[in-house]
């Protein structure tokens, strides 16, 4: 199976703060790398998808890059709804797999 | 819009077996494959698996094979998944998710979205 480790596993930071995340694949993936949200008590919604391609709806704030093993969430300027724990996820394999999540948490 | 509506939360006996339903509007059922994701309190997002809806094809996580089923009703648009012989361990939110794709030359990049609200199974004696 793949692993997926991300870092950091959590972050303090301001609303405005541009915040980073880092994804490490086990082994080369490509751009088969998704980028999901989840907020306490709610299901994942994806964010990025096939590595840098943002998902409709979703803030131009969000972008994602890399590919191979490694790879980047930025959100440019946090805002209070950004509050949440961040996953990604290979779809270049099955088992499908995910990091452990960042949660971003208010300073 | 689509939408998937999962059942209700279950509490179960070890070694019991439990069935989470998962319904589907908004969009042609069959057209689409389904996944299940289960998130175990504190835990990761692990992937258990996933049913072509249109042949009823499965493929599932080595992790689960044996003890995870999943099926589908096509004149219900409802996919279930069946998780048997259920230990503490299996206590977890599952959730149901539709796969997305896009093209690009050569093969397709796929993800998940929407997802289920989720449905909690607690497993306790």
């Known amino acids: 199976d793949i692993q997926m480790t991300q870092s950091p596993s959590s972050l303090s930071a301001s609303v405005g703060d541009r915040v980073t995340i880092t994804c490490r694949a086990s082994q080369s993936i490509s751009s088969y790398l998704n980028w999901y949200q989840q907020k306490p008590g709610k299901a994942p919604k994806v964010l990025i998808y096939a590595a840098p391609s943002l998902q409709s709806g979703v803030p131009s704030r969000f972008s994602g890059s890399g590919s191979g093993t490694d790879f980047t969430l930025t959100i440019s300027s946090l805002q209070p709804e950004d509050f949440a724990t961040y996953y990604c996820?290979?779809?270049?394999?099955?088992?499908?797999?995910f990091g452990q999540g960042t949660k971003v948490e208010i300073k | 819009q689509v939408q998937l509506v999962q059942s209700g939360a279950e509490v179960k006996k070890p070694g019991a077996s439990v069935k989470v339903s998962c319904k589907a509007s908004g969009y042609t059922f069959i057209s689409y494959a389904m996944h299940w994701v289960r998130q175990a309190p504190g835990q990761r997002l692990e992937w258990m698996g996933w049913?072509?809806?249109?042949?009823?094809?499965?493929k599932y996580s080595q992790k689960f094979q044996g003890r995870v089923t999943i099926t589908r009703e096509t004149s219900a648009s409802t996919v279930y998944m069946e998780l048997s012989s259920l230990r503490s361990e299996d206590t977890a939110a599952y959730y149901c998710a539709r796969v997305s794709w896009v093209a690009v030359p050569g093969t397709r990049h796929y993800w998940v979205d929407p997802w289920g609200q989720g449905t909690l199974v607690t497993v306790s004696s």
């Open positions: 049913i072509n809806v249109g042949n009823g094809d499965t």
């Open positions: 996820q290979q779809s270049y394999s099955t088992p499908w797999t």
